[in-house]
């Protein structure tokens, strides 16, 4: 009866509140997840070849990089107006806000890691025969890898926060449920879905992280040695 009461009295945790809500709380989170999921791949997919041309030279790279900047610091509620009138009160405009806030960390990030590639391990994978494409895909992307999944790991954390923002179209998943709570301040739905929010992302990153751990075990041995990846290419240094 007391756990029943915890709605009537508007308590902040409220078991009631999970055991009624539960099918609303599932919806709104897949909701959220898919989302995000979205936004994040679809960013990544643009992101590449805008951080490829941007290392094409400096005409590039501040165009690029000018550009993504610019539109990370348009506010969201404007954002979300400018797409109007291309997408409507759709899932689409907000998955297409979100991969436009996503491309500066992303560009910037894979830019980097693509920058630090040894200059060394170019050559020798040049002296092997290897062509752009090849030596792109086996000895660059593969040591950028680090840079790269910490980019994606800081989009990934930054859209789950972002999605909520959705809500403003009525797509925001668990950002619904906050923003429908709001008004009669209902405060364990704005507690949990806040809750879920947080948990979502710290999930994410901890899934990320474990699947750079995968793809980068040489960053995890601490023997003073640099590992070049790519078609049998190696090469070890002395720090």
Known sequence: MAEQNCLVANDWICGEYLRSRSQELAEATVQHIW????????GLAVAFPLALLARRGRHFAGPVLGLTTVL????????FS??????????ALVVTGLVLYSLTILVRNILAGLEAVPQEAREAAKGMGYGPARLLWEVEL????PA????????????????TVGSLVGKGGLGNLIEDALPSFFKAQVL???????????????LLLGVQR???PWTRIRTPAVASAGAGIAKTEAV
Do not use: H, K, N, Q
């Open 142 to 145: 593969p040591l950028a890898l």
């Open 72 to 79: 990370y610091t348009v506010p969201s509620l404007a954002m």
């Open 214 to 216: 995968l793809l980068t």
């Open 82 to 91: 400018l797409l109007l009138p291309l997408f409507g009160l759709s899932a």
């Open 192 to 206: 949990t879905a806040s809750v879920l929010c947080v948990l979502l992302a710290v999930a994410a990153d901890l």
């Open 35 to 42: 989302i995000t999921a979205v936004s994040v791949l679809i």
């Open 148 to 163: 790269l999944m910490a980019g994606l790991r800081i989009a990934t954390v930054s859209t789950v926060a972002l999605t």
